[in-house]
Structures are given as structure tokens and as C-alpha cells.
């Protein structure tokens, strides 16, 4: 998906320095089924969604760039780019079963569901990305149809959130809000891995264990503090109906 992003973007390129018109999503989508594709023959073993998804990306950079909201849309660099693909569903090419999932070209994973959807979701699309210590995690994308009744705003759900410098934040009501402690604990875990890493030779098998059991204490630690976050704003929002915060 990063090759045919960056070819793509060389198309794009130059058909803009010579003057030339844009080429428009479906055209780009054309344009890489019948050239990229018969320069390059591999990609015709990739899902053909997951080059489509990559090719829109692009031109969605497009749109704020011609709207002066944003520079020219870069190139994205091996080492440093998300390494995801999205794909679309089409004739069953994507399930979910009770600890697995089906995908394109790669049928039926072992995988640990974390939500399971209603019998009225439909599902859409799926996004896989693989993490810095190799572990890879998929994302689901479903459409529903909820109603949902305006909150009636009075003053005893109402809450104003300030910035708190050693925390996350005081509230109105005077009740302030701190970080978990196990945060520290997994810093410290997190300091001692980088430490470790900093001794080991640069691209030697035991740097690269190393960075491996580094990245897993850095998405720990995401985790962590996402789970927090999650768990937070919900227990806020159940609470109140209007939520003032402060901006920084």
C-alpha cells in the first residue's frame, strides 16, 4: 500500500509540474489497475481494496491542498510510516467468529475479539495495522441507525474540566482528577528497557529482541493510558449532559 502510495504520488507530481489535470479518485484507481499493476505484477497478489483505500488516502491529501489548508502531501518513508492497510467487504471476504476472523487473501486469523457487534450493525470495512513489536491488531468499521433524544441541560449536569498540571484535571465541583499509578511503574519498566537498548550494537539480533521488548512496554503503556481515558470520559459523560473544557 506504501509502493503504490508513493508511485502514485509520483504521478500525481508530475502531471501537476507539467500542468496537467488531476487525476480524480476513479481515474487514479484506473490508472494503477492498468499500469501500475502490469509494470509491477506482484501487486496484482495484494487485495485489490487495500491498493484502492490506499490510492483515495492520497487523494484525500489532495483536497485540502488545492483548498490552501495544507502543503503538497509527502511521501511515506519505510521506517517511519503506519504500516495498516484498509479493505473493504464485498461477498463475505471479511467475518467475525467467536476467536477468529476472516480477511481478504488471508482467510480465517486466530484473533481476541474485544466487542462483539449487534445482529443489526452492518459491517463495512477493516483496517489492519501491525505494531512496532510486530503484534498486529485489526479494526472494524460498522454502520447503525440510533436515535438519540436531545439531554435536557440544567445546572446539576453541567461541569466545567480545567488543565491540572500534576493530574489530568479539576473539575467545577473542586474534584480533581490524577494519573494512575501504575503509570509510573510501567515509565520506570519503560526507562530501564531503553536503557538496556542503548547498549546493544545498532541492527545486531540482540538490538532488534531488544526494540521489539521496548515498542511491546510502549504500546502497554498506550494502552493503559487509552483504557484510562476511555473509562474516564465515559463515566463523565453518563454522568453530565454538558461538558465545558478548558483550551489550551
Same mark, same amino acid.
Request: proline residues 3%; contains cysteine.
Given at each position: 500500500?506504501?509502493? =503504490?502510495?508513493?508511485?502514485m504520488l509520483?504521478v500525481?507530481?508530475?502531471?501537476? $509540474?507539467?500542468?496537467?489535470?488531476?487525476?480524480? %479518485?476513479?481515474?487514479?484507481?484506473?490508472?494503477c489497475?492498468?499500469?501500475?499493476?502490469?509494470?509491477?505484477?506482484?501487486?496484482?497478489? =495484494?487485495?485489490?481494496?487495500?491498493?484502492?483505500?490506499?490510492?483515495?488516502?492520497?487523494?484525500?491529501?489532495?483536497?485540502?491542498?488545492?483548498?490552501?489548508?495544507?502543503?503538497?502531501?509527502?511521501?511515506?518513508?519505510?521506517?517511519?510510516?503506519?504500516?495498516?492497510?484498509?479493505?473493504? /467487504?464485498?461477498?463475505?471476504?471479511?467475518?467475525?467468529?467467536?476467536?477468529?476472523?476472516?480477511?481478504?487473501?488471508?482467510?480465517?486469523?486466530?484473533?481476541?475479539?474485544?466487542?462483539?457487534?449487534?445482529? +443489526?450493525?452492518?459491517l463495512?470495512?477493516?483496517?489492519?495495522?501491525?505494531?512496532?513489536?510486530?503484534?498486529?491488531?485489526?479494526?472494524?468499521?460498522?454502520?447503525?441507525?440510533?436515535?438519540?433524544?436531545? &439531554?435536557?441541560?440544567?445546572? $446539576?449536569?453541567?461541569?466545567?474540566?480545567?488543565?491540572?498540571?500534576?493530574?489530568?484535571?479539576?473539575?467545577? $465541583?473542586? +474534584?480533581?482528577?490524577?494519573?494512575?499509578?501504575?503509570?509510573?511503574?510501567?515509565?520506570?519498566?519503560?526507562?530501564?528497557?531503553?536503557?538496556?537498548?542503548?547498549? %546493544?550494537?545498532?541492527?545486531?539480533?540482540?538490538?532488534?529482541?531488544?526494540?521489539?521488548?521496548?515498542? %511491546?512496554?510502549?504500546?502497554? /503503556?498506550?494502552?493503559?493510558?487509552?483504557?484510562?481515558?476511555? %473509562?474516564?470520559?465515559?463515566?463523565? &459523560?453518563?454522568?453530565?449532559?454538558?461538558?465545558?473544557? $478548558?483550551?489550551?
Amino acid at each position: 500500500c506504501r509502493f =503504490v502510495y508513493n508511485q502514485m504520488l509520483d504521478v500525481q507530481k508530475e502531471r501537476h $509540474e507539467n500542468g496537467e489535470k488531476h487525476l480524480s %479518485k476513479t481515474k487514479a484507481n484506473t490508472y494503477c489497475n492498468q499500469h501500475l499493476k502490469k509494470k509491477y505484477p506482484f501487486l496484482k497478489e =495484494v487485495d485489490k481494496f487495500a491498493l484502492t483505500n490506499a490510492i483515495y488516502h492520497l487523494e484525500d491529501g489532495y483536497d485540502p491542498f488545492f483548498k490552501h489548508l495544507s502543503r503538497f502531501p509527502k511521501y511515506k518513508c519505510k521506517h517511519k510510516a503506519k504500516r495498516s492497510y484498509t479493505t473493504n /467487504i464485498t461477498n463475505g471476504n471479511i467475518e467475525i467468529s467467536d476467536n477468529s476472523i476472516k480477511l481478504p487473501k488471508l482467510g480465517w486469523v486466530k484473533a481476541k475479539i474485544h466487542h462483539r457487534p449487534k445482529e +443489526d450493525w452492518k459491517l463495512k470495512s477493516a483496517t489492519v495495522t501491525q505494531n512496532r513489536d510486530d503484534s498486529y491488531q485489526v479494526s472494524i468499521l460498522f454502520a447503525y441507525e440510533e436515535s438519540i433524544s436531545p &439531554a435536557v441541560v440544567t445546572k $446539576e449536569t453541567t461541569i466545567g474540566l480545567d488543565y491540572k498540571s500534576d493530574g489530568l484535571y479539576v473539575s467545577s $465541583e473542586g +474534584d480533581t482528577c490524577g494519573m494512575p499509578h501504575y503509570f509510573r511503574q510501567s515509565a520506570d519498566k519503560l526507562a530501564k528497557a531503553q536503557r538496556k537498548l542503548r547498549h %546493544k550494537t545498532i541492527g545486531s539480533k540482540n538490538y532488534n529482541k531488544q526494540q521489539k521488548r521496548t515498542a %511491546k512496554i510502549h504500546r502497554h /503503556i498506550a494502552n493503559q493510558r487509552k483504557d484510562f481515558l476511555q %473509562k474516564k470520559s465515559t463515566e463523565i &459523560a453518563n454522568q453530565y449532559s454538558f461538558v465545558c473544557v $478548558e483550551d489550551l
